[in-house]
């Protein structure tokens, strides 16, 4: 047994050296190289996931409050034949590319309110969508404002999109289709998409204003969109028999200790901005009202994302088993005509 157990630990060693001088060469480099291209590509051509129902994927969890592993604020809406996304927070894009979603059928960036966290890469998208080949001009949805932050954003990157016509042709980039096209819309403006229906609705997230949250409706199943809101009345009922709500959350124990600690230390500036945020962010006990209006509620835009255990912990206090923490890159299914949510399908 002893022996064996030796020439099985020599035979580890002599494996893990002959991986080693291998993976020094040129032409294994090459080979492994051109199996992962191959992989790559491959599963670039993926499309839109195939069962019939309303997906979301977590493109951006995080607020403003800086953390290593979450972009902010966004979700990726989609059916079979529908791609929508609700804000744009940097790092999004990101998710979105490695998600393998097609870009190309990038639909509409539906936008809650003008924060940076929100709007920090429509353009972004806007590019990622049209090198990729969208047929028409991105339309960006949004309340009061949106047409100067859109056309704010296409004249700054007017020269980006200049070099990128001038060094891939006009063929393979039209330069109408990289102009992004604002729309402002008000509480109340629906989008009827086929099946999809898209309804705006009034957040409070005041001084901000106007703020506004999305409702999707498809083939019998239900999500809502908060943006960045307190709970309110909207909220109820535009909530109320849901199948799926995000909601941005924030944990008011955490952030009062980050302000008493940041006023212990003399930070009064840090202070001062972590006592302001309490007032226009939706608390996790505020939040335990949704228990009964939705069969799940998740957490997003975390105010302040959980950075280890305590504070995860200290986030979900008292939620109910129906609630959740969302992680960038979750995805939620709901198929069509039924009741079930499925966390993550395979
Ligand atoms: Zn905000
Ligand atoms: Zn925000």
Redesign the pocket.
């Known amino acids: 047994m002893k022996k064996f157990l030796v020439y099985l630990v020599l035979a580890l060693l002599a494996l893990t050296a002959l991986l080693q001088w291998s993976l020094n060469s040129e032409s294994t480099q090459q080979v492994l190289l051109e199996e992962m291209a191959t992989v790559a590509q491959n599963a670039a051509a993926r499309g839109i996931p195939e069962p019939d129902g309303l997906q979301v994927f977590v493109c951006g969890s995080s607020?403003?409050l800086p953390t290593p592993d979450r972009a902010q604020?966004c979700l990726a809406v989609v059916t079979p034949s529908h791609f929508y996304v609700v804000d744009a927070g940097a790092g999004s894009t990101n998710n979105l590319m490695l998600s393998r979603l097609p870009m190309h059928r990038l639909q509409a960036i539906l936008v809650t309110h003008h924060?940076s966290?929100?709007i920090a890469e429509l353009y972004e998208m806007n590019l990622g969508s049209w090198v990729q080949g969208r047929p028409l001009p991105l339309q960006v949805y949004g309340p009061r404002g949106m047409d100067q932050v859109v056309e704010g954003i296409n004249d700054t990157y007017e020269l980006d999109r200049g070099y990128r016509i001038a060094h891939h042709g006009a063929d393979l980039l039209p330069a109408s289709l990289g102009v992004m096209q604002p729309e402002e819309i008000v509480s109340g403006f629906v989008l009827q998409d086929g099946d999809l229906k898209i309804t705006a609705y009034h957040a409070d997230h005041s001084p901000v204003s106007p703020a506004l949250g999305y409702r999707f409706d498809y083939r019998g199943r239900s999500l809502v969109i908060s943006g960045?809101s307190i709970v309110t009345d909207d909220t109820r009922q535009v909530t109320a028999a849901t199948d799926l709500v995000f909601h941005d959350a924030l944990s008011d124990v955490t952030i009062s200790t980050m302000a008493e600690a940041a006023t212990q230390a003399g930070q009064d500036r840090a202070a001062k901005i972590l006592s302001d945020i309490r007032d226009y962010h939706a608390s996790t006990e505020s939040l335990l009202a949704l228990q009964s209006q939705a069969k799940m509620v998740v957490y997003y835009?975390l105010v302040p994302s959980p950075r280890n255990v305590v504070m995860e912990k200290i986030f979900s206090r008292h939620m109910a088993d129906n609630y959740r923490i969302a992680e960038d890159g979750d995805w939620f299914f709901l198929p069509a005509d039924s009741t079930d949510i499925i966390v993550n399908p395979d």
């Open positions: 607020s403003p604020a924060h966290d929100h960045d835009h």
